[in-house]
């Protein structure tokens, strides 16, 4: 169907995509809708046309959903921070799970009823414990703008307070605008420190308190239910899953480059007097076969929680050539987290027990998934893992 920038159309929703954004079509042409809900009839006005498919902005919704609320924030709709404020928080719940399920299904061939219903979060609104504001000069209006990158842009918003935010976070963002970045083009991080932990200013920390207690919960529940003894927790950073999994294993030891997320790690440990592990300050490709070969792959789990970007391919392809038993991958990322398991899953070598994703981030498209691999026994008279890693390596 031939369309124009700023044609106006009328299209029913019928997807909600990965990302947020609906999904309509005028007789074979996709186009996609942010703020819109599944059996919705909108109005839209055409934003971007491809060869196969297009973007709209929401003129008006014409035959609301009865999922539809009315969100909570005055930003929402143009700060960029959330995708789901119009959408009832149950629904919200069902959307994320089958948009994992549809995603998994196609990246990784993944079997849908692997991924488990999403857990909800205790505190649909006020739970982020850290946030980055930018600093952005506005020349038509002549002043320094304070907020959130623009849903439809790459300007700033201009917010005084941020809804999904602990409140303690909006009195912080007052504080910034009551003493401002010298200039644009500066990002402030505000946080909430968590309670008994060190962690250094720009080391990672879940941004979630109140879901945090069912994050460990999960990873705890897969690493028990596999029998092994040993952890290795890899990109650890402060230590958090290596420490709140001690009591669960005889020993463990957590791998991370950065110098400082490892004095702080261990710091936790000591305040905890937790004397079964240890931290190393190591790149994961140099120290895996040598923790493996200590430890033995039979009897040990590695927990991976590595950034959005997913894994290096090179730890993906140490760990298919280790067969540790078990594979815990933590990630709030699905896309690059349903990549990196269809990698590890080829050819038989790791099988996905079980997918449990759960919402860190309610309002908005990320979630937060818990994926349990378990190794599939080597062939017969097939060379150890670890020597056939040690044989390539020299």
């Known amino acids: ?28 042409f996709v186009v996609f809708v942010p703020f819109v809900i599944v059996g919705e009839t909108v109005e839209a006005e055409i934003t971007e046309v491809k060869k196969n498919f297009g973007r709209a902005r ?84 002549k002043k320094l703008v304070i907020g959130f990158i623009r849903a439809d842009s790459s300007f700033v918003e201009d917010i005084e307070e941020c809804q999904i935010a602990e409140p303690a976070i909006s009195q912080q963002i007052q504080q910034v605008r009551a003493n401002p970045p010298p200039k644009g083009g500066l990002k402030v991080v505000l946080r909430i420190p968590p309670e008994n932990w060190d962690v250094p200013p720009d080391s990672f920390f879940q941004n979630n308190f109140f879901l945090l207690p069912r994050l460990v919960e999960t990873v705890r529940g ?31 030891v957590g ?24 931290f190393i300050p190591a790149a994961v490709e140099d120290i895996l076969p040598e923790l ?11 927990i991976l929680d590595p950034p959005r970007k997913g894994c290096w391919p090179e730890t993906l392809q140490l760990l298919r050539a280790t067969r540790p038993a078990q594979v815990i991958y933590v990630s709030c990322h699905p896309a690059t987290m349903a990549r990196d398991l269809n990698i590890l899953c080829a050819d038989g070598v790791f099988e996905l027990a079980r997918v449990q994703p759960l919402d860190m981030f309610p309002q908005t ?13 080597p062939l017969p008279n097939h060379p150890s893992a670890i020597e056939t890693v040690e044989t390539h390596a020299t």
């Open 365 to 377: 498209q990320h979630v937060e998934c818990v994926a349990d691999l378990r190794a599939k026994q």
């Open 255 to 278: 791998v991370e480059l950065d110098q400082l997320a490892i004095r702080s790690a261990r710091k936790n440990a000591e305040s905890r007097k937790i004397t079964n592990g240890e």
């Open 292 to 302: 493996l070969r200590k430890f033995s792959p039979e009897s040990t789990t590695v």
């Open 222 to 252: 897969f690493l028990t239910s596999s029998g092994t003894r040993h952890l290795v927790d890899l990109y650890c950073g402060v230590g958090f899953f290596g420490i709140e999994m001690a009591a669960a294993v005889e020993s463990f």
């Open 58 to 141: 929401l003129l008006r919704v014409v035959t609301p959903a009865p999922e539809r609320v009315t969100p909570a924030c005055r930003y929402f709709g143009a700060c960029g921070g959330c995708q789901y404020q119009h959408i009832d928080y149950p629904a919200q719940l069902r959307f994320k799970q089958k948009q994992i399920a549809d995603l998994f299904e196609r990246v990784g061939k993944i079997p849908r009823e692997i991924v488990a219903p999403v857990i909800p979060c205790p505190s649909p609104y006020g739970y982020r414990n850290r946030i980055m504001i930018r600093s952005q000069w506005n020349g038509p209006a």
């Open 1 to 28: 169907m031939p369309l124009k920038i700023a044609d106006k159309i009328t299209l029913t929703i019928h997807d909600l995509a990965f990302g947020g954004e609906g999904v309509g079509r005028l007789e074979d």
